[in-house]
RNA sequence: GGGCGGUUAGCUCAGCUGGUUAGAGCGCCUGCCUUACAAGCAGGAGGUCGCAGGUUCGAGUCCUGCACUGCCCACCA
């Protein structure tokens, strides 16, 4: 049966195909693998997937994280390991949120109309309607994630994991509730945490304001950039080491507009170096302020509501938004001669992460995690080694964050997300709070029956943050935690190093303390020891980020998100993955390219058509041959040498070259693979692929294959096989990154071979050094130099493509000059040459001849060489070898270089320094024989 | 206010622990529809590696300073 591809390669039809395909097949299940059973022997890999939001939309951060995660996945199934990779969606707790009141506000709705039940019921509406869809683009990105196992952070085992951890916490007395100063969004209506919060620069004012000093005629002059709390002022500080205001120790001052009379105190809050040194105290709407505030035991006055709408407290300003209350008061103050000053001043406002809204400060009840204790270990379990950030400057940051943490505000005001297990006793006056796993049917200290949930939710990262064990059973036991925890490796973008993989740090080592990994499993080499089976993963690598084309970071305010979709529409999956692959290398941000995607879809367009070729000879010559290399299963125990090149046999110079390029390239891909050097992966085997098998393989075995009618068919049918396993050993090399249109090359290759599920599953080629030939190498390097030079002539001298020039040739080694006699074909065929004829001497003065160390070769050709262009060649040449000579000999005159330098590097320098005078004395010469200038 | 990264060809980027002649893709120029591929083939032009010092036999690579640029962190009014 004849191979079948079609003319031209359409990705789209092909990438669709498999993707159903392995999905179908479930080709990446990983059952639960049971105790004793042959396949423990096997060392495992797991990795969890960052959650997308479940709303979410793919963009293209999401494909470059994911396409080095699915890389990665991939090699190691390849390489035998019994490789989890764990797929779900984060519930996303305000983002979700936001976009169902966003919907609702079309129908001019606002989630209290609909009440807490019925607006949930809407989100879970939303989430069955939209929450698919990531997951989905997921699989035409080619993840090849267990969709067994998919998990949304919502699901009902991993919600009572959340009750669960939290009671445990508070048991602990690691979860307080208390009244405290928090990052509000009053847009949001809800507390976020600090890391929610992101500052922005921008230019505002510091205004100054006098308060008369009670029983005098003195004033103080405080400074602020929020006039409008001074309504809640309680107090003035100033510093104790201050001269200025010693002498008001113990009075008061009466606060303007409101004209209440608030003590002086002195605290070291007030640095006399700043402003007029006394600064206003506003227990309620500053965190320094709170702080300064129970250390005087001031009263704190809240002159706001949750919609930074002024209150009750605010007297005649109540009601007023807060900037309009920040105009009035300043309008009022000046009115009345308290405002002294005004100055141009930035600040750096905090915004809510989500929506942008100014944060305001707040006073307010609310569940905080006391992180220390669990901060301690995260840092020891970094600090230790037990967990490798990579690259290592992560590692840094990531400490310094650790080191300066402040307690977790975990509530959120909000309705979607998992709800405090906790219960208010709305008995009386009783107001006692109790924790629990379930809602208690009394109250555990007056017994009343009237008992109500604590309307808080916990923030979307408390969730997140335990997935490595809940999504493995937790807090059962099972046989998914012996195996697969601690998971091997974490892949992640810098943005939620703290948001999420801090916190994962600190659950884990928390919650899996004790835990111990089956001792049977052994897990992937290369990533640290196996100190400590609590951490959740042993590794983390973060990569970089992806921007647009102009280097912006993208967002949709921007509008210039790329969707991924748009870009494997036009250029076809495999092609955009390349891309990132190629473009991933560690550390820098990459800016999205399409000339780039463009360059890969021809990379993809040339495998096709190789394969092409392949097929067109195979059918012709041995139809039904396949390649031997998918019958070796990974992790079988196969040695090594087994996992190179199987069922080729080298016998020809292009043969011996190509496997031993091969296997040079299988050992690069491996060890990029290993330290994360995609690009160059990627690069290596592009070039590789390209380079050496497409332009110089296949050319070379085209006279083996084209054989003569009635001829001996026997070279032919070796160069067949060769090509097969050799395209069989690239096709699998190039799986991780290009998984279709290897998985739909490789099917036809093997078409008919049932047992053959799917190349993902072959094992990865990998070095081989018996098949290295170092010979076979270098003489083809000589034969390249030989054709390009021959090429160069022709072109230089303007002969049309069509003619077969004579050549001669001077060659000085005998031993290379046997070899290209038996290769002068080869020759023929790839530098358009008539015959070859051998010199007895050097050619180097005649015009249309190049030399190089180790040849000299002429291209016989009647026509006249343009002399003014040959000597401005020559000149050309000339002064750059007379340029590297200078530098060359400057070095060897040198005692010093001789000295020190290793012996290498001086015999190379003295190799060179013989060919550069060759190469000079023979451009002089050619200089002369032209008769230039 | 701290910390981190970037600056290499017209454009987008490689260049790992310092070592002989700094690479690729795209774009550009020349010639080819050569029976796998014009999404291709062959050849070519194009770089004082941001600036100034230093270390070294030797610096794109290490150190210091500067400039420009981007990012992150931060409860000083």
Known sequence: MPHELSKSYEPGAIETRWADYWIKEKLFSVPTPSEGRADDARPVFTLLLPPPNVTGRLHMGHMFGQTQMDIIVRWHRMRGFTTLWLPGTDHAGIATQMMVERDLAKEGKKRRDLGREKFIERVWEWKKLYGGAILDQMKRLGASVDWDREYFTMDENLSRAVREVFVRLYEEGLIYRGKYIVNWCPRCETA?????????????????????????????????????????????????????????????????????EIPIILDEIAQPEFGTGAVKITPAHDPNDFEAGKRHNLPQIDVMDEHAHMNQNAGRF???????????????????????????YTLALGKCDRCGTVIEPRLSEQWFLKIQPLADRAIEAVESGEITIVPDNYRQIYLNWMNNIHDWCVSRQLWWGHRIPAWTCINDACNEVIVAREAPARCTKCGGARLEQVPDVLDTWFSSGLLPFTTLGWPKKTRDQAVFYPTTLLITAYEILFFWVARMIMFGCHFMQGHEQDAAIKTASGWGERKNDSVPFRQVYIHALVRDAERQKMSKVKGNVINPLDVIERFGTDATRFTLAAMAAPGTDIAFNESRTEGYRAFANKIWNAARFMFMNVDRIEPGLRPDGGNIRAGTGESPAQLGIRGFQPSTLEDRWILSRFNRVAADVNDALQTYRFHEAANRIYDFFWGEFCDWYLELIKPRLYFEEGADKSSARIACTNLVNLFDGSLRLLHPIMPFISEEIWHAMYGGAPQLRSIALAPYPEFTESQVDI???????????????????????????????????????????????????????????????????????????????????????????????????????????????????????????????????????????????????????????????
């Open 192 to 260: 976020i945490s600090d890391l929610e919060v992101k500052h922005e620069e921008v230019a505002g004012k510091l205004w100054e304001i006098r308060y008369p000093v009670v029983g005098s005629s003195e004033f103080i002059t405080v400074a602020t950039t929020r006039p409008e709390t001074m309504l809640g002022d309680t107090a003035v500080a100033v510093n104790e080491k201050d001269e200025r205001y010693r002498h008001l120790q113990g009075k008061k001052v009466l606060l303007p507009l409101m004209g209440r």
């Open 318 to 344: 109540k009601g007023l938004d807060r900037y309009e209350a920040r105009k009035r008061v300043l309008e009022d103050l000046h009115e009345q001669g308290f405002l002294v000053g005004e100055k141009e």
């Open 775 to 933: 010979a076979a190498e270098m003489e083809m390097a000589i034969l390249q130099d030989l054709i390009v030079s021959i090429r160069n002539l022709r072109s230089e001298l303007k002969v049309d493509t069509k003619v077969k020039v004579p050549i001669e040739l001077f060659v000085h080694e005998p031993k290379i000059r046997r070899m290209i006699e038996q290769n002068s074909s080869s020759v023929g065929r790839l530098a358009n040459v008539e015959r070859i004829t051998f010199a007895e001497g050097a050619l180097a003065n005649r015009s249309a001849v190049r030399s190089t160390s180790r040849f000299d070769v002429h291209v016989v050709y009647e026509r006249k060489i343009d002399v003014a262009a040959e000597c401005e060649h020559l000149k050309k040449e000339l002064e750059k070898i007379e340029k590297e000579f200078a530098n060359n000999q400057r070095q060897l005159g040198n005692e010093q270089f001789r000295a020190k330098a290793p012996a290498k590097v001086v015999e190379g320098l003295r190799t060179r320094a013989e060919e550069l005078t060759m190469l000079r004395d023979k451009t002089k010469r050619k200089l002369e024989e032209i008769g230039c200038p």
